[in-house]
């Protein structure tokens, strides 16, 4: 245009032209809500799914496109989709597989707030889920129905650091005809990568140990391209069935192995529910992705001496880390993280003072009984006993989250978990005296000192 424009046009649009090239070094922060389009033509082909592209700040951000190519990679994946939160990583995820009516069968050993999801929530939705011992590969098996659509277990288990033996499960799953879906927050790609092992979906809380900082929300859902939705198309109407949304487009034709779950994610359940991922937070997790290697490291390193310190310590009943030798999941840590076992992990206190006192080499000498089903009054009492440590911290922060630059400490049974039955916290492995720890990046020495007098 070669008149002048008014004062209130050009506040509005002078010094940006949509498209320009942006050559920072740093992927940059797109915060908009929307995109110009070129022509018509061209919005109508981002709409129908003709074409990829920017369509809306709902669906996708390029800060956010950046991110989800950056997990996908670091995962061995093929696509990925970025959402709000973890949390509704996992739900998209298994909203987009299971359907309408469709069926889970799940670990028993999850995350409180994972568990609220698939018992509650997706129960008044008509998803149904059978929860089963993570380590009973034969209940799996047991578990499928003739509407079974996923397999769903975290890699590392949240808060007891089960360790998840993937291709075992990975296998059931395939025999059933369903995909596997890990959850991978607490093993992160750099120790473990489901994807090797079997998993077809990876889904991770960025929030935590991919971000770093604690500052941000952010989910991420990852494909594998391994499960083939093409080869029993009947049990996958939502690929293999002309999507009328979209002019009766088969997503399966039109976006193929790989690309067809995560598409299906954004155009629906993303552009429906609305859990979108801010352009700002996505750029935030970018940031705390480049240390990724370095921290989980450092993290992994300083956990493994807290828990050998934990383990020596007469208060301490039981230290829940695969990577003490004595731990049940130590050989499938040594199998499936070579590289270090986790920095989130618990320990459970005794639960009455005098409980098994330290033999010659400090560690507790009576055996420690595996959880069982408790009372309430168990579990007053253990908060009681939680509390008189939790509340005499000073390095470790008493925070609801894990995967923090700093270290965390939480109490399952009347915070994370606290929504749970007395049984499924029991199956869980959780009792009324376990802690959760998250080691962060301070001085070793500190935590452990600052743990002795919160014990002492």
Known sequence: MTTRLGFATQQVQAGYTPGAT???????????????FSSLAEAADLFALRQAGSLYSRNASPTQQVLEERVALLEGGVSAAAVASGQAAVAMALLALAGRGGHIVAAHQLYGGTVDLLHDTFADWGITTTFVDQDDHEAWSSAVQPHTRAFFAESVANPVAQVLD??????????????????NT??????????????????HSATKLLGGHGTSLAGVIVDQGSFDFGHEPERWPQFTKPYARFGDLVLWERCGRGQALTTLIKSQYVHDLGPSLSPFNAHEILLGLETLDLRVARQAATAQQVAEFLQQHPAVARVNHPGLAGNA???????????????????????????????AA??????IPAPTLRTAADFAAGFERVAR??????VVRLVANIGDARSLVAHPASMTHAHMTLQQRADAGITPTTIRLSVGLEDPEDIVRDLAQALR
């Open 22 to 36: 942006y050559t920072g070094a740093v992927p940059p922060i797109s915060q908009t809500a929307a995109y110009q």
């Open 166 to 183: 993937i291709q075992a499960v990975a296998d059931r799953a395939h025999r059933a005809g369903v995909p596997l879906v890990v959850d």
């Open 186 to 203: 607490v093993g992160t790609p750099y120790l473990v990568r489901p994807g090797e092992h079997g998993a077809d979906v990876v889904v």
């Open 329 to 359: 999941w130590h050989g499938l840590a040594q199998k499936y993280l070579p590289r270090g076992v986790p920095s989130v992990f618990s320990f459970d206190l005794h639960e009455r003072d005098h409980d098994g006192a330290p033999d």
């Open 362 to 367: 400090g560690a507790a000498s009576a055996p």
């Open 389 to 394: 440590v939790v509340d005499a911290l000073q």
